[in-house]
């Protein structure tokens, strides 16, 4: 009765965080502009946030199978991809040579003290969010396995 119990709160609490605001914290881009996370998603249009490291294989797998569907989703769905870097303070400056020998047009945050990473409950990476137009969380997904853009892109539709 108790495990049954417990699963029944562990999910309504898992539905609440899937409509769950964004927070409001702000970091700097990758060019140390202020950005308000809380307003990223509010045009109507949906973004994708995606926390990452420059050491994490996965991560990396992630963004370079994400970059090459952007340019469609961008088309298809007005969507803003935004990555969030959580590499330590003594990492950061491998960030922009990172994405710019990538070619990536993403939004880049930095989160060296893990301040977005702990208001949005970001235990391991990669964890990707999609965030609908209106600034709720209706997906978000831990790791990465080749394949996992389909699902991404059900939840941009």
Request: charged fraction near 25%; charge should be negative.
């Amino acid at each position: 009765m108790k495990k049954r119990l417990l699963f029944i709160i562990c999910l309504a609490l898992g539905v609440m965080s899937m409509e769950a605001a964004l927070p409001a914290v702000s970091l700097d881009d990758i060019d140390g502009k202020s950005v308000n996370i809380s307003s990223l998603a509010q045009d109507g249009k949906p973004v994708i946030i995606s926390f990452f490291a420059t050491w994490c294989k996965p991560c990396m797998r992630e963004l370079k199978a994400i970059n090459e569907l952007y340019p469609d989703w961008q088309d298809e769905y007005g969507v803003t991809v935004y990555i969030v870097s959580t590499d330590q303070a003594q990492d950061i400056h491998k960030v922009k040579p990172l994405v710019n020998g990538n070619g990536w047009e993403y939004k880049v945050l930095l989160d060296p003290n893990g301040t977005l990473k702990r208001a949005m409950n970001v235990q391991n990476i990669p964890h990707l969010f999609v965030i609908d137009g209106k600034g709720k969380i209706v997906y978000n997904h831990i790791g990465y396995a080749e394949g996992d853009e389909e699902e991404i892109a059900k939840y941009l539709r």
